[in-house]
């Protein structure tokens, strides 16, 4: 399930002068320092070499199927599309530190992208952004994002990219789920270190998938209020939770975060702590077991992401 990686190449002893090998070369100058920096790209990978090494950017699913990312690459095909760009530059990139990576894939849902979206909640410890349909992500606030996790209509970022879509995806609904990390790989990840071979690794590949998955699942997810619930109210109070219930299952998760965003920019408690007991209270309403019933849109997503790691 890979696809855009960034690896690094040092220079050391004898190793080939890439920059020979680019399309599209130009040329730059740090005015601070006078380095020269030379660019190009090699398909769709863009290629940096610098005076200490060479930065290889880009996805490695559109370099091995000819400009396509739709079919994600698993550890074999990503084992083959470094081997094949080890024999295009004459350089074995099996020891290229990987110092950025985006794994995930896509999935052929029953209805658009964004009608998924819309029902899932917060993911722990960082931050949901739904700038515009069709696009949801999860990051840490200020400029560096060593983990995102995005959702998004790959279709429509197909045709925004001018890529065309293979056979058969022409009216199919693509929803894309990824994890990007980007820097200290081995410090995120928990292991010695990320070199082009790990990529290929079982038990890497394996905990990959696990970590992605488990990042999903840890995101809350909005639930349908019981066809027949009206059959087991008794009291004002169930009543109530019932209508709470209903609202929010029909509200876009982004109106609750917006609302509490809008009370935090209000100041409108003194004690900070109120937001997160407000926020849990939301959750409770809209997920008491006596209310409420797993979302049948949802329960699709989780069965894809599922099954996505059923065989690694």
């Given amino acids: 399930m890979y696809d855009k990686v960034k690896l690094w190449i040092p220079r050391i002893g004898a190793t080939p002068d890439i920059s020979l090998l680019l399309n599209n070369v130009k040329e730059q100058t740090d005015l601070n320092t006078g380095e020269v920096c030379i660019f190009g790209s090699i398909g769709n990978l863009k290629v940096c070499c610098y005076m200490g090494g060479y930065s290889i950017i880009g ?57 998924y979206f819309k029902k899932l909640g917060d993911m722990p410890k960082l931050l949901r952004y739904h700038f515009e349909v069709g696009t949801l992500y999860y990051k840490s606030k200020g400029k560096m994002h060593p983990k995102t996790f995005c959702f998004y209509d790959k279709k429509a970022d197909a045709a925004a990219k ?61 639930k349908q209020v019981k066809t027949n619930i009206m059959s087991e109210i008794k009291t004002v109070s169930d009543a109530f939770d019932v209508l709470m219930a209903r609202l929010i299952s029909q509200s876009d998760q982004s109106q609750i975060v917006g609302f509490l965003e809008e009370l935090k920019d209000a100041k409108v408690f003194d004690d900070r702590k109120n937001y997160s007991r407000l926020k849990k209270k939301i959750l409770e309403v809209a997920n008491k077991a006596s209310v409420s019933i797993s979302d049948e849109d949802i329960k699709e997503l989780d069965d894809e992401i599922k099954n996505a790691g059923a065989y690694v």
């Fill in 59 to 115: 996805s490695l699913a559109k370099y091995l199927y000819g400009g396509n990312n739709i079919y994600s690459l698993d550890r074999h095909s990503t084992a083959e599309a470094i081997e094949k760009l080890s024999d295009t530059i004459h350089v074995d990139l099996k020891e290229a530190k990987v110092t950025g990576l985006e794994f995930g894939t896509q999935f052929v849902m029953r209805k658009p992208p964004d009608e």
């Fill in 162 to 222: 001018g890529m065309a879509l293979p056979v058969g995806f022409d009216e199919a609904n693509l929803l894309r789920y990824e994890m990007r990390l980007n820097g200290r790989l081995p410090q995120q990840l928990g292991v010695p270190e990320v070199i082009a071979s790990t990529l290929s690794n079982r038990e890497f590949y394996r905990m990959l998938v696990k970590k992605w998955q488990a990042c999903y699942f840890s995101i809350s997810k909005q």
